[in-house]
């Protein structure tokens, strides 16, 4: 699922197919107008007797939903429950800097959404949405009575974060009701907008060859506990780069690595098939942290051996995903930062199958027309592609932000 408008309407086909439990984690949910189209879609799933479940992060999550109306109006509702991961606790300061980054909706152990985007406008809306990222998920339907596939690893996953010590409820009892009950009546009206629209966006689910058979799944995460952890799902990536015999297309927003990443991944690429790496431009990337360490980390990344593009898009890509020989892709929320390796809670899908690596392998063709060969002193010449130009005023915060971002980047 390529755009953000396809990944809205997959989340509320999903949600309006559930007959029995939706799980639904995310590392922010946005009091938009996405947050509330979902929010409408939920409460009329949990009004049908469906049992939600919405886990998003202690912290971002937590900002976010605030003391909104759209928090109290899921949360107080007696078929939705939310949870917070690892709350702040000014008791618990080793705690403080751990986030919960996984991304996916489940709906009845059957259907699932992965991938990295969060409940935001900025990402399930119109590429016009002034705040529009470009993202990429998976969208994955598993037979009736078939144990061990993707959609189950995933749910058992998410039920072990959501009876585990780390979480806890919030949002059960509305401060004012009368705000509640204003909210509620907004997003009535947004539901009467979704089912005039959504009769086309459904048949296209439902038409013959929007899926194709895969023939298994792996879910990757990282251990779940808030601090330090052991790097799995990096590790488990970079396995597969090292195995892979023809291919390797690896996207993500940005890299930020340490020297263990950095050495772990010059070992990866020397294996015998092609790798090539695709992330941001400074110019165009949104991640100011990132992009200011990026400055120190471009050379890092050349001396890795994989040649590096960077992509010259107007809106900023937030992709994370991988294509490896002609089977398997790999679907997530895991960046190849620090962050994402040692601190976060992350979660990556690898699909075998050659049908959607097929078409993965299409996209990431559509990505590389956008796309310029980074090198020591620049850009590779490249007729087809003008680079975007680092505006002034973003370049100099850039190299003011630099040094601090290198002394502070183990954190971001």
Same mark, same amino acid.
């Given at each position: 699922?390529?755009?953000?408008?396809?990944?809205?309407?997959?989340?509320?086909?999903?949600?309006?197919?559930?007959?029995?439990?939706?799980?639904?984690?995310?590392?922010?949910?946005?009091?938009?107008?996405?947050?509330?189209?979902?929010?409408?879609?939920?409460?009329?799933?949990?009004?049908?007797?469906?049992?939600?479940?919405?886990?998003?992060?202690?912290?971002?999550?937590?900002?976010?939903?605030?003391?909104?109306?759209?928090?109290?109006?899921?949360?107080?509702?007696?078929?939705?429950?939310?949870?917070?991961?690892?709350?702040?606790?000014?008791?618990?300061?080793?705690?403080?800097?751990?986030?919960?980054?996984?991304?996916?909706?489940?709906?009845?152990?059957?259907?699932?959404?992965?991938?990295?985007?969060?409940?935001?406008d900025e990402f399930l809306t119109k590429t016009t949405h002034p705040a529009y990222n470009f993202d990429r998920d998976v969208m994955l339907f598993s037979d009736e009575g078939v144990s061990g596939s993707g959609v189950d690893q995933l749910a058992a996953y998410f039920d072990s974060l959501w009876q585990g010590e780390y979480v806890q409820p919030a949002y059960e009892k509305a401060r004012d009701a009368a705000a509640v009950m204003r909210q509620r009546q907004e997003m009535e009206k947004l539901l009467l907008e979704t089912e005039r629209e959504k009769t086309a966006w459904f048949r296209k689910i439902e038409q013959p060859g929007f899926s194709v058979p895969?023939?298994?799944?792996?879910?990757?995460?990282?251990?779940?506990?808030?601090? %330090?952890?052991?790097? !799995?799902?990096?590790?488990? =990536?970079?396995?597969?780069?090292?195995?892979?015999? @023809?291919?390797?297309?690896? *996207?993500?927003?940005?890299?930020?690595?340490?020297g263990r990443m950095q050495t772990a991944m010059q070992?990866?690429?020397?294996?015998?098939?092609?790798?090539?790496?695709?992330?941001?431009?400074?110019?165009?990337?949104?991640?100011?942290?990132a992009s200011a360490d990026y400055l120190w980390q471009k050379e890092k990344l050349l001396a890795i051996g994989a040649p590096l593009y960077e992509l010259q898009t107007e809106a900023s890509v937030h992709t994370k995903s991988m294509l490896v020989d002609r089977h398997l892709s790999?679907?997530?929320?895991?960046?190849?930062?620090?962050?994402?390796?040692?601190?976060?809670?992350? %979660?990556?899908?690898? !699909?075998?199958?050659?049908? =959607?690596?097929?078409?993965?392998?299409?996209?990431? @063709?559509?990505?590389?027309? *956008?796309?310029?060969?980074?090198?020591?002193?620049?850009?590779a010449e490249d007729e087809r592609l003008v680079p975007l130009e680092l505006p002034e005023g973003k370049k100099w915060t850039l190299y003011l932000l630099s040094p601090v971002m290198f002394l502070i980047r183990h954190l971001l």
């Amino acid at each position: 699922m390529e755009s953000g408008e396809e990944a809205l309407w997959g989340r509320l086909y999903l949600i309006e197919n559930a007959k029995e439990k939706i799980r639904l984690s995310s590392y922010l949910y946005a009091c938009d107008d996405s947050g509330k189209r979902i929010g409408a879609a939920l409460i009329r799933a949990a009004e049908r007797g469906v049992d939600v479940e919405i886990l998003v992060d202690g912290l971002i999550g937590g900002i976010n939903f605030g003391a909104s109306p759209l928090a109290y109006a899921l949360g107080s509702h007696e078929n939705i429950r939310i949870r917070l991961y690892n709350p702040v606790d000014l008791l618990r300061p080793d705690r403080l800097n751990a986030r919960l980054h996984d991304k996916y909706l489940i709906a009845d152990d059957r259907m699932m959404i992965l991938g990295g985007r969060n409940i935001s406008d900025e990402f399930l809306t119109k590429t016009t949405h002034p705040a529009y990222n470009f993202d990429r998920d998976v969208m994955l339907f598993s037979d009736e009575g078939v144990s061990g596939s993707g959609v189950d690893q995933l749910a058992a996953y998410f039920d072990s974060l959501w009876q585990g010590e780390y979480v806890q409820p919030a949002y059960e009892k509305a401060r004012d009701a009368a705000a509640v009950m204003r909210q509620r009546q907004e997003m009535e009206k947004l539901l009467l907008e979704t089912e005039r629209e959504k009769t086309a966006w459904f048949r296209k689910i439902e038409q013959p060859g929007f899926s194709v058979p895969v023939e298994g799944c792996q879910l990757i995460t990282n251990p779940v506990h808030p601090g %330090v952890k052991s790097p !799995v799902v990096f590790d488990h =990536l970079c396995a597969m780069i090292a195995e892979a015999e @023809e291919r390797v297309i690896l *996207q993500s927003p940005y890299f930020v690595l340490d020297g263990r990443m950095q050495t772990a991944m010059q070992e990866a690429v020397s294996g015998t098939a092609q790798v090539m790496f695709y992330t941001n431009s400074m110019a165009g990337g949104n991640n100011l942290a990132a992009s200011a360490d990026y400055l120190w980390q471009k050379e890092k990344l050349l001396a890795i051996g994989a040649p590096l593009y960077e992509l010259q898009t107007e809106a900023s890509v937030h992709t994370k995903s991988m294509l490896v020989d002609r089977h398997l892709s790999v679907f997530g929320s895991f960046n190849f930062d620090m962050r994402s390796a040692y601190i976060d809670t992350e %979660v990556m899908m690898a !699909v075998y199958g050659e049908a =959607l690596n097929e078409r993965l392998y299409t996209c990431m @063709e559509n990505m590389a027309e *956008q796309a310029l060969l980074v090198t020591e002193e620049g850009y590779a010449e490249d007729e087809r592609l003008v680079p975007l130009e680092l505006p002034e005023g973003k370049k100099w915060t850039l190299y003011l932000l630099s040094p601090v971002m290198f002394l502070i980047r183990h954190l971001l």
